[in-house]
């Protein structure tokens, strides 16, 4: 997972372009946006965290802000 990668997503997508790449690469399409990574899985993390800031901002809260609640739920999750 490559933070300056998630964050110029969130800056150049709307949640629904990353909707449906995240969607697309889940299914082993190409996505129609340019999801850089290592990867299909790195790619997919991208899409998918890109999404969930994406989705967070779009509700208010400053990139930094869900940024870190994004990292936090990673961590949480891999503990």
């Known amino acids: 997972m490559k933070i300056p990668v998630i964050k110029k997503l969130v800056e150049e997508y709307s949640a629904e372009a990353l909707e449906k790449a995240e969607a697309d690469l889940a299914e082993e399409e190409t996505p129609t946006i340019e999801i850089p990574g290592d990867d299909e899985g790195e790619k997919l993390t991208h899409a998918f965290a890109a999404l969930w800031i994406r989705q967070k901002m779009d509700d208010g809260e400053e990139f930094k802000t ?14």
């Open 66 to 79: 869900a940024l870190r609640a994004y990292t936090q739920m990673v961590r949480g999750s891999i503990s």
